[in-house]
């Protein structure tokens, strides 16, 4: 039976450590403050939303809510964040993606004019550069990669000289993960779905993040005893029985394959998901102490 790499553990003591740091801030007179900003009604931008807000409640991280309607004009969009960057009392910003449909040809335009000493989720190319370089002062990394490096660090899970395969080379997940891996001396190969032999790259890797988005598309022949699986993704599963019936949701893992098999993996969900808001929030605090 693996280890189950609890989102929660990871959690609870990041979120001790981000209270302390909070109560220092605002003993100096600075309230680490995040602004979202959100481009309609979107159902999942809604629900994360209302979970970043719950976090930086518990943290002590003010969140400031810019929202705005679903049609709103390039301009107003760039105006609000134009108001945001000179606003010195915001520390960090989170802006929606992907933006509304009529946006979409200026979404690397709308995202580079936030200021990267804001940018808390990697939206911008100088962000993008800072993580592909190694630099801390150029952004933050993307929550999603960030938080698979903090479950390995809590878990105690060395990642110098060992083989590590990312499944998936987005720029939100794979490769940033890539980048974060290599930074921590692992040697990373990076497979996507024109790689020939996933499964046996997979077989001969010691830890295995996988990113690809396909509900259990890693199965029993991806792995062996020994390795450490970190289940990024978040897909439906009609199938699954749960507690409040069946359809829930599942990573790319079949768990009941590969947890047998392998040492250590994430739950999902209660692995990498549960993680991100309070990443989300330690950028946030990092952002006000560099301010």
């Not at 518990?58 to 960057?85: Q, R, S």
Request: hydrophobic share 40%; proline share 4%.
């Amino acid at each position: 039976m693996a280890k189950l790499l609890l989102g929660k553990e990871v959690t609870d003591a990041l979120n001790a450590k981000l209270q302390e740091r909070t109560a220092a801030l605002r003993e100096k007179g600075v309230v680490p403050t995040l602004a979202i900003v959100r481009c309609g009604a979107n159902p999942s931008d809604l629900s994360y939303e209302k979970g970043a807000t719950k976090r930086g409640e518990l943290v002590g991280v003010e969140i400031k809510k810019y929202e705005l309607p679903e049609d709103v004009t390039k301009e107003a969009l760039l105006a609000t964040i134009d108001e945001i960057n000179a606003d010195n009392s915001i520390h960090g910003v989170l802006m929606f993606r992907p933006l509304p449909k009529h946006l979409k040809a200026d979404q690397n335009e709308i995202c580079n004019r936030l200021d990267p000493k804001k940018d808390m989720d990697c939206m911008t190319h100088l962000s993008n550069a800072g993580v592909f370089e190694g630099l801390n002062d150029l952004g933050y990394a993307p929550c999603t990669p960030a938080a698979c490096m903090e479950i390995l660090d809590y878990y105690g899970i060395d990642c110098k000289g060992k083989n590590a395969v990312v499944i998936g080379r987005s720029l939100v997940v794979g490769k940033p993960a890539a980048m974060m891996l290599m930074g921590k001396n692992a040697t990373v190969t990076v497979c996507h779905t024109k790689t020939v032999n996933t499964a046996e790259i997979c077989r001969n890797a010691d830890i295995i993040i996988s990113a690809a988005g396909v509900l259990n598309s890693l199965t029993k022949d991806f792995v062996r005893p020994g390795q450490v699986v970190i289940d990024v993704s978040m897909n439906w599963d009609a199938n699954k029985v749960t507690a409040k019936g069946v359809g829930g949701m599942s990573g790319d893992a079949v768990f009941s394959e590969v947890e047998p098999i392998v040492d250590a993996i994430t739950p999902v969900p209660g692995g990498v998901g549960a993680v991100t808001t309070s990443v989300l929030m330690k950028h946030v605090v990092e952002a006000a102490e560099r301010a």
